[in-house]
């Protein structure tokens, strides 16, 4: 693992246990990037992002591990 994926995963693991309140008080790219990881587009909307546009603004680096954190946080309490 590398520090992006840690990055990625505490704060998507911060924001599926706090919610939208702990979601909210991150950057606009985390944000982006752990409601793709969370699968909420009612997030994305909250910032006025579309799922393309949110792509975009994560990056390939970013959304290539995605997935891998959406993963290891479905198989957390």
Not at 28 to 34: H, Q
Not at 46 to 67: F, K
């Amino acid at each position: 693992m590398n520090d992006r994926y840690e990055h990625l995963l505490r704060k998507s693991r911060d924001a599926k246990r706090g919610g939208r309140d702990a979601w909210g008080v991150q950057s606009t790219g985390e944000k982006v990037a752990v409601a793709l990881v969370l699968n909420r587009a009612d997030w994305l909307a909250e910032i006025d992002y579309t799922i393309p546009e949110a792509i975009e603004r994560t990056g390939a680096d970013w959304v290539a591990i995605i997935p891998q954190v959406a993963h290891q946080l479905s198989g957390e309490k």
